[in-house]
């Protein structure tokens, strides 16, 4: 079918939807409520005219042999099989040719191979703005969305029916399709410093787990130790490159970050795996001269992660700054109590001492052994002073701060604390969710792609991988 004859088809049916209109509508005067009415026939007519050509544009190269081989076998023409497809002009119905061979078994549609529909029911740029969506909303919100702003309007349920294959296609073919992402990505120009970080944040699963918080007292509540649902923990990792510091800044420029997500799973084996080879394939493409640094807050199964994997060995080790402030905040308060202007003043004099003095770390846990041994401090305070003296006494080589400013590097962690809010929290962690591990991770798959700017090319390799499956 040529253009000429799509344009013929989609006028007539534009023309019609338009005379119906006409037949009843009061032109005189303009209101907003004419405008209105109009607005919506044009709509529908446009919706009637798109699905019309293109219903036609595909029909036409049903095949209508009543012998066909395919693969060296013969099949034969056994029926018509009409099926409603959803497409960006909304639902249209083909009338397709079913063949199977003559001793039975599997049938087969032509149609629906020669436009990479076999096993759809919605269209390519249906699916990818339902995916785009649900990525960042729920099914339900998606629907809403899409009958306010498209011409397509697909129920929660159809919409759950498109993110299941194609998140379990990624889950199958995600090393397919990200090395063939980072294969056309390049190192963003300026790049002087890598940072790598990890975080992890805790997820509401759809599994048994042991109750938390104080014990239920009160007769007629329940008491049972273990509840329907339980928190466990999501892991985030950051890749990002700095440039240079601006003028009148202290903190290195930021041009671009890549993620890693993962849901719960046992020691985070696939999340390592997958966060070593996105580092991989960003080392050997650095610049010569490139700083490595791995940037972590206090939590020890992460550093105990760092120290054990021989990945991190020619990286620069520290602690995000920001945390160690909250232990040295926690630290001023066992010294001098909570709220207390001595507390205010101990903490401000290290706070900027471990941005400006090599020795910082030290000084503090001087300070922190003088005054506790000049306080008459309770016990309450005794033992928090000592888990605060334990966390500097533990990582006081990774606080190097005035040295990586000094260079121009940065000191904070921030990505990868945005990215737990952003990639997880913000969507698996709303009211009333509860997930499985599988359905969040086909979320988190298509929200990763979206937060690290790589949404069109993995849109682009995912129907190219498809369609040579």
Not at 8 to 16: P, T
Not at 34 to 46: F, G, H, M, S, Y
Not at 216 to 224: A, I, K, M, N, W
Not at 313 to 320: G, M, R, S, T
């Amino acid at each position: 079918m040529i253009v000429p004859e799509l344009i013929q088809v989609a006028i007539r049916e534009f023309r019609q939807k338009m005379a119906e209109l006409g037949k009843n509508l009061n032109t005189t005067p303009l209101t907003a409520q004419l405008a209105e009415q109009v607005t919506a026939a044009l709509k529908d007519a446009l919706t009637a005219a798109g699905a019309a050509a293109l219903q036609a544009f595909v029909q036409s190269y049903n095949p209508t042999d009543p012998l066909l081989e395919v693969k060296g076998q013969r099949l034969r023409f056994k029926m018509v099989s009409p099926k409603e497809f959803l497409t960006g002009f909304g639902p249209m119905v083909i009338e397709r040719s079913l063949y199977q061979a003559d001793a039975g078994g599997r049938s087969y549609v032509p149609l629906d191979d020669f436009w990479d529909m076999a096993g759809e029911f919605a269209t390519a740029e249906v699916r990818e703005a339902v995916l785009f969506s649900v990525a960042h909303v729920t099914a339900a919100e998606t629907e809403q969305l899409l009958r306010k702003c498209a011409l397509f309007h697909p129920s929660a349920t159809a919409i759950q029916h498109i993110v299941q294959p194609v998140g379990d296609f990624i889950e199958r073919r995600s090393e397919d399709l990200n090395n063939t992402i980072r294969a056309e990505e390049a190192i963003p120009k300026g790049t002087r410093v890598l940072v790598a970080s990890l975080d992890g944040v805790n997820v509401l699963l759809q599994e048994p787990g042991v109750k938390r918080g104080r014990p239920v007292e009160r007769p007629g509540l329940d008491s049972s130790p273990v509840q329907p649902t339980s928190y466990k923990n999501a892991m985030v990792g950051s890749i990002s490159f700095y440039g240079t510091v601006p003028k009148g800044k202290d903190c290195p420029q930021r041009l671009a970050s890549r993620y890693v997500a993962r849901m719960p799973e046992k020691e985070a084996l696939t999340f390592k795996q997958q966060f070593e080879t996105e580092l991989a394939d960003v080392e050997d493409r650095l610049p010569e001269k490139a700083v490595k640094v791995l940037l972590l807050d206090g939590h020890r199964t992460l550093w105990n992660y760092a120290e054990g994997t021989e990945r991190f060995v020619d990286y620069e080790k520290l602690i995000d700054y920001y945390h160690t402030t909250e232990h040295l905040s926690k630290a001023a308060e066992a010294l001098f109590g909570q709220g207390s202007r001595r507390a205010e003043g101990w903490y401000n004099q290290y706070r900027v001492k471990l941005l400006e003095e090599d020795d910082a770390a030290a000084a503090i846990l001087r300070s922190l052994d003088y005054y506790s041994h000049r306080q008459r401090l309770g016990k309450t305070r005794q033992d928090a002073l000592a888990q605060e003296r334990t966390f500097f006494s533990r990582n006081r080589r990774r606080m190097t701060y005035a040295s990586f400013r000094r260079r121009g590097l940065p000191i904070g962690n921030g990505p990868v604390e945005a990215a737990c809010k952003t990639l997880v929290k913000t969507r698996l962690c709303r009211s009333g969710m509860r997930w499985s591990r599988v359905g969040g991770q086909r979320i988190l798959s298509l929200r990763t792609y979206v937060k690290s700017q790589r949404w069109d090319r993995f849109w682009h390799h995912y129907l190219r991988l498809r369609q040579s499956a």
